[in-house]
Nanobody, 115 residues
Framework: QVQLVESGGGLVQPGGSLRLSCAVS????????IAWFRQAPGKDREGVSY???????YYADSVKGRFTASRDIGKNMAYLQINNLKPDDTAVYYC?????????WGQGIQVTVSS
């Protein structure tokens, strides 16, 4: 059974930082892509970053330079470091992987950027 569980969200002031974590069970990150998405209120879910099985990280243009995705193969964990947070980063953040045609999503974690 594949499970993804996010943690690390919360309320942060503009300019602050957060590190989101995604604990993965049921599949191994050195064989599968792990992606991060976010959904702001009233907006569609958007992809912000992913790490391919070979470890290469990719970012949406809107977050380049502020977001850093990483993974720990030994712990089977993925991380999303977010720096210089802006109010527009307020959203529910999700990690996602897939196995064949099946997508697996975490439950989501709220990130709120406000003074």
């Amino acid at each position: 059974q594949v499970q993804l569980v996010e943690s690390g969200g919360g309320l942060v002031q503009p300019g602050g930082s957060l590190r989101l974590s995604c604990a993965v069970s049921g599949l191994f990150l050195d064989f599968y892509t792990i992606a991060w998405f976010r959904q702001a209120p009233g907006k569609d879910r958007e992809g912000v970053s992913y790490i391919s099985p070979d470890g290469a990280a990719y970012y949406a243009d809107s977050v380049k330079g502020r977001f850093t995705a990483s993974r720990d193969i030994g712990k089977n964990m993925a991380y999303l470091q977010i720096n210089n947070l802006k109010p527009d980063d307020t959203a529910v953040y999700y990690c996602k992987s897939n196995w064949g045609t099946d997508d697996y999503w975490g439950q989501g974690i709220q990130v709120t950027v406000s003074s």
